[in-house]
Every structure is written in structure tokens, then in C-alpha cells.
């Protein structure tokens, strides 16, 4: 792929991700060949209208760029089944969006002569059109083989990302570090949320808005520089 490449892109995944990483790689001008059957038709067609529902061996033979975005327990057994199909075809580029999974995972594809990429934009998607202007600006994990980063690091560009590179023998610390901002984050503020209800304050989620957004600004801002002693909970 070239600047100004356009591919032919086919997304197996109809959940909160596929559709707008499709929707964004269609913004840059690539053409959409296909969506994999979700449970939210009506969602996915308000992200990503007019796009024909496919079945996964027929987005594959249709396309020059084929993204998985799947949950992590499904990913390893679509892209072997596909290869068992012998749906994958030699240069074709497949990116998978997982946070843990390296490129390990598609070597059942890069054995059929398919180029493996992953590339994990970093925000937390609701599945509307809303992550299309969260992705500009985002940060996106990106790894591959040598020959082929600049190419994954163009698709990162082209959802709207800053690309980072991660070497493949870091993607499950990098995943980790994922799982632990979201999952954790979400938790605290649930539990926060919860308490704050039994002690009879109202909208427990609007009052801890303001106090949550700020601590975790201010929680970032120390990340970036190191600690120190002014950022010792006062």
C-alpha cells in the first residue's frame, strides 16, 4: 500500500469496533465490501449504512483488506477456521484490532501468504458515530512485521490516529495495561457510584463527573512527567 492506495475493505465483526473502523477507513476513501451479520442491524446501519451483510469466507474472498474486530476468545478460532476454508488469499493485508493478541494469533493466515498486522486504536468504543471524532487525536498501538509498519502505520494515520509502535513480544503487557484502565476504572466508579446512592445523594453518576474527570486529568498529567510530591491525594 502506497499513499493515496485505495483497498478494498471487509470487516468480520458487527459489534461496537468493526463498524466504525469500517465507517473511518471509508471516511479516507477506501470502499467497504462487506459486514459480517450482527445482533443490532439498526446500529450498524447508522454507522455504516448501506454496507452488505456478508458471510465471513465472502468478505474475505471480496477483499484486499480484511479487519477482525471480534471479541479476544473468537479471534484465534475465525481466523483458523477461515484458513481451513483456504478463504485467505496471498497478499492480502488482515488486521486484527485486539489489544492482547500479537501477530502470533494470524499465523494460520500468514501461512496462506496473507500480511498480518494489529493495530489497536486506544479508546473505548460505544459503537456510534461519536468514536468517529474520538479516533482523531487517539493514539493507536500498531505491530507488524518490518516490511510491512508502514503500511499499518498508514491505516492508523487513516482511522485518525497517532500510530505507536509496539513489538510483538510486548502486546500482552500492552494488553494488560489496557485491560487494567478500562476494567479497573469502570469497577471504582461503579463502586464509588453505588456508595454514594446508599448515602442518598442523587445522580450518583452526574455528581462524580466533575471529580472523576479531574482525578484521572490530573492522574494522567503525573504519568506523563513522573511523581512528585504534588501529587499527593490531599
Do not use: K
Amino acid at each position: 500500500m502506497t499513499p493515496g492506495s485505495r483497498l478494498g475493505v471487509g470487516i468480520i465483526g458487527a459489534g461496537r469496533v468493526g463498524p466504525v473502523i469500517g465507517a473511518a477507513l471509508a471516511g479516507a476513501g477506501h470502499a467497504v465490501t462487506g459486514i459480517t451479520a450482527g445482533s443490532d442491524r439498526e446500529r450498524v446501519d447508522a454507522v455504516l449504512p448501506g454496507v452488505p451483510v456478508l458471510d465471513a469466507d465472502e468478505i474475505v474472498r471480496r477483499s484486499e483488506l480484511v479487519v477482525l474486530a471480534v471479541p479476544h476468545e473468537q479471534l484465534a478460532p475465525i481466523v483458523a477456521g477461515l484458513a481451513e476454508l483456504g478463504a485467505w488469499q496471498v497478499g492480502q493485508l488482515v488486521l486484527h484490532t485486539d489489544p492482547a493478541h500479537g501477530l502470533g494469533v494470524l499465523a494460520p493466515a500468514a501461512a496462506r501468504g496473507a500480511i498480518p498486522l494489529a493495530v489497536h486504536p486506544a479508546i473505548a468504543f460505544t459503537g456510534s458515530t461519536l468514536d468517529l471524532r474520538q479516533l482523531t487525536g487517539a493514539y493507536a498501538a500498531v505491530t507488524a512485521p518490518a516490511a510491512v509498519l508502514p503500511i499499518a502505520q498508514a491505516l492508523a494515520v487513516e482511522l485518525g490516529c497517532e500510530p505507536v509502535v509496539v513489538v510483538d513480544a510486548d502486546r500482552p503487557a500492552y494488553g494488560e495495561a489496557i485491560a487494567t484502565a478500562t476494567q479497573f476504572a469502570a469497577s471504582i466508579v461503579q463502586q464509588s457510584a453505588d456508595l454514594l446512592g446508599q448515602a442518598g445523594v442523587p445522580a450518583p453518576g452526574r455528581f462524580l463527573s466533575t471529580l472523576v474527570h479531574s482525578t484521572v486529568e490530573r492522574a494522567l498529567a503525573a504519568a506523563g512527567r513522573g511523581p512528585g510530591p504534588e501529587d499527593e491525594l490531599l
